[in-house]
């Protein structure tokens, strides 16, 4: 395998230089459109070509090294202004003249998730979100997870302040599909206290897929993605760097990151190093002790963008030690030692972890490539992980578990050539994963497991939107190893294959100007992963025992997603409602109140017994926001979602669903002279009781949270230089969320926290 990959290497990487292809240049201007004056510093996007360009003084640009031929979405941006996209015949037209218009808001970040071709949101069919840079660092968030859990549809299942996983419409784990590099992420994501292995400081953007995304990912994408997206590389002949940090008060979390990236004509690269310390997170008159984490990352890029397309080689390195708690508050409050002794608040803020803590490293290179065949398109991804996971309980030398998982994925996409309003494409994927335990304390068995897919689209466009039809097949087998310890059986052996069609067809029309409806049916699929099928232990840090049952079958559902879009100059709204139904849905339960013995460092320990178990079930719900802009500099920004979850075969409710909440928020953007980007932002977050939950779980009140934001920028010579503070739950209200880890050991989400942040450009 690996010297298949080495081959793949040599084959598209180095030779791609001599790919022969006709040199060409995009030239225009973008002015305003209401007095027709030029806009200097517009940004000009072609995604598909990763090719980047910014308008000089005369508001004039030119785009380099790009194909002579082929169909390609351009974007035009520029602050205070309507976003310009359009498809672009570079084999017949070489200049454009772009007018933007005066806007309040800007419109929908162009949406490469929900479709293999570029598109904007007035012809994709699914529901997609996509935030930006600015928002991610501006909402306080601990990690990448936490900074988008407040989107509509959008929760996590958190442990404290150091392990976030997304859930969407109520599905998670391996439900949700996390794409990082152009390729699926895979860090052993089955588990509880495992979080996404990805570096906050390296996204600049995060495209939210909401519903099934089967048909153009595979199995585990059966609720959606999650899409983690990379900057696009300067102009030719441009270097620049960033210096990015922030502080948090409420577990002194300090984060910094460095970056210096740069074209030197098509030749590209980027350098990033991040770096992030935290001790215990706290809430009301507590601070949990060895809830800390720290964080080491690297991660870099070399390519080449040219004319005949681009490659780019990506890889990184990211490590973490993360604190695992292990027992909550006693009856007054205060957390106890093994000795029985109350932990001081001093004590409790030491950033030196203790025992038990994970310790993670994370490994991915991923080549990701584009090349213009003609006017058609062959996108590729190949990418190697290896995910090793320590668990330090007895010693910090020696961990207990330890597993070494190893992933080669690939994604090879062929885009014909764009026949006037028809885009159709095809694509095979696969992965192949070898799990190893190299410690003598046992939850999984070793494995390896091999799956493939293939699939073909089309989509025919419309002067008022689009409908798009697919179609896609996938094989799965797992192999997990039998296992003797100590004269007993751990693991017994078992070798299970899984299969799948599946499809989806939808459609986006304009029925109203800036109305756009939306509609989509599909189906999904997913394979059961190697907890659910081989688990048989306690993972640390977890409150539970787990029996994982190898005769479980594979998942498959039908969803019907409709939506209401409307853009206007004053007012945005969106209606999302969603039925998902799932069959065979696979779910971790205590029946009976079954508990096991456990020796916990010489000590018995009672745990309950969770084992997975199937059932048809229905998940059903809907979002909704409003957004007014009566004033230039006013915004009031509204959303509400809610998620109701049902095990068909007993008419209660499924667990672990996320409860229905409400956000408002008040943003100023005043005009400053001097500064830039100025805001000022106050927000409520309403979340209901929790009154529907499964027999082994209990119900959550509601509660609201107070949070506010100001910042600004200033212009220099080298870029803009950001500041901003963020608070959130400013009245310090002691509460539990329904998808938190720690509530059943009754440990409060975290309090009151403060976070500022400054970013630094340079060169």
């Known amino acids: 395998m690996k010297r298949v990959y080495l081959l793949l290497f040599l084959y598209l990487f180095i030779p791609a230089a001599g790919f022969a292809a006709e040199l060409a ?9 209401a007095n027709q004056a030029p806009l200097a510093g517009a940004t000009i996007y072609i995604t598909d070509l990763k090719a980047i360009t910014t308008t000089n003084a005369q508001g004039e640009f030119v785009l380099k090294n790009i194909p002579a031929k082929g169909r390609f979405l351009l974007e035009a941006r520029f602050v205070g202004y309507k976003t310009y996209a359009a498809v672009i015949d570079l084999g017949s037209q070489k ?112 495209e939210i897929l909401k519903g099934p995304a089967s048909l153009l990912y595979g199995s585990d994408a059966l609720g959606g993605v999650i899409n983690v997206i990379d900057d696009l590389v300067p102009a030719p002949g441009v270097r620049n760097g960033e210096f990015t940090s922030a502080y948090s008060t409420n577990n002194g979390l300090s984060a910094s990151s460095l970056m210096l990236q740069g074209n030197e004509n098509g030749f590209v690269y980027r350098g990033r190093a991040s770096y992030k310390n935290a001790y215990g997170f706290g809430y009301k008159g507590a601070t949990v002790p060895n809830s800390g984490f720290n964080e080491l990352n690297f991660n870099g890029m070399l390519g080449l963008n040219k004319s005949w397309g681009y490659s780019h080689l990506t890889f990184s390195r990211f490590h973490t030690n993360i604190g695992l708690v292990e027992n909550g508050p006693d009856d007054h409050g205060n957390y106890l030692n093994e000795d029985g002794e109350v932990i001081s608040a001093d004590e409790a803020k030491e950033r030196r972890l203790g025992l038990p803590f994970q310790n993670i ?68 994927q696969g992965m192949y994963q070898d799990n190893v335990n190299h410690g003598d304390e046992f939850l999984i068995p070793d494995y390896n497991s091999n799956n493939i897919g293939a ?4 989509k025919r466009n419309f002067d008022k939107g689009a409908i798009n039809i697919g179609a896609r097949y996938d094989y799965k087998k797992v192999d997990g190893k039998d296992l003797n310890f ?41 394979a059961p992963n190697i907890a659910e099928l081989g688990a048989n232990g306690r993972h640390e840090g977890t409150f539970r025992y787990e ?116 956000n408002n928020e008040i943003r100023i953007e005043p005009n400053i002279k001097g500064l ?77 926290n403060v976070t500022f942040g400054i970013s630094v450009p340079f060169l």
């Open 486 to 526: 100590n004269g007993e059986e751990v693991f017994g052996g078992f070798s299970n294959e899984f299969s799948n069609v599946s499809g989806s067809l939808g459609f986006a029309y304009e029925i109203a100007k800036n109305l756009v409806l939306k509609g989509n049916a599909g189906s999904g699929f997913r």
């Open 676 to 752: 830039a980007d100025s805001y000022i932002k106050v927000g409520l977050t309403n979340t209901f009781k929790q009154a529907r939950f499964d027999s082994f779980e209990t119900q959550t009140n509601g509660y609201t949270l107070l949070d506010a934001g100001l910042g600004t920028s200033i212009k220099t010579a080298r870029g803009k230089l950001n500041l901003w503070v963020t608070g959130q739950n400013l009245l310090n209200k002691e509460y539990y969320n329904h998808l938190s880890r720690y509530k059943i050991a009754n440990i409060y989400n975290p309090g009151r």
């Open 547 to 662: 029996i994982g049952n190898s005769k479980l079958k594979q998942e498959t559902s039908v969803q019907f997603d409709l939506g209401l879009e409307y853009n206007a100059e004053s007012v945005t709204f969106g209606l999302n409602a969603y039925a998902n139904r799932i069959f065979n849905y696979i779910y971790p339960g205590n029946f009976n109140d079954e508990t096991i013995p456990f020796d916990n460092n010489g000590s018995i320990e009672t745990l309950p017994v969770y084992r997975y178990v199937q059932t048809n079930a229905d998940l059903v719900g809907g979002e909704a926001s409003v957004d007014f802009h009566l004033v230039k500099s006013l915004h009031f920004e509204n959303s509400f979602s809610y998620t109701r979850g049902v095990n068909r075969a007993t008419d209660t409710a499924l667990p672990f669903i996320p409860a229905a909440s409400i």
């Open 455 to 458: 699939f073909v689209y089309l």
């Open 95 to 206: 200049e454009l003249t772009i007018s933007l218009s005066p806007s309040i808001i800007e419109s929908a970040e162009v949406v490469i998730t929900g479709s293999p071709f570029s598109s904007n949101n007035k012809t994709n069919s699914l529901s997609v979100v996509s935030v930006g840079k600015n928002k991610l660092a501006q909402s306080g968030g601990t990690n990448l997870v936490d900074a988008i859990a407040r989107i509509p549809g959008v929760s996590q299942v958190s442990t404290g302040g150091a392990i976030s996983k997304p859930v969407i419409r109520g599905l998670g784990y391996n439900r949700v599909l996390t794409m990082v590099d152009g390729a699926r992420e895979e860090a052993q994501q089955w588990g509880d206290e495992h979080g996404i292995e990805v570096d906050q400081f390296s996204a600049a953007r995060i």
């Open 25 to 33: 240049q995009f030239k225009g201007k973008v002015l305003d459109a």
């Open 361 to 428: 490293n994370h490994y991915r290179a991923a080549l990701n490539s584009n090349f213009i065949l003609g006017k058609g398109q062959l996108k590729t991804v190949f990418a190697f992980q290896q995910n090793i996971r320590k668990e330090f309980e007895e010693s910090i030398q020696e961990p207990g578990l330890n597993l070494d998982l190893k992933s080669y994925t690939y994604d090879i996409k062929y885009y014909f050539p764009n026949l006037g309003k028809w885009e159709p494409a095809f694509g095979v």
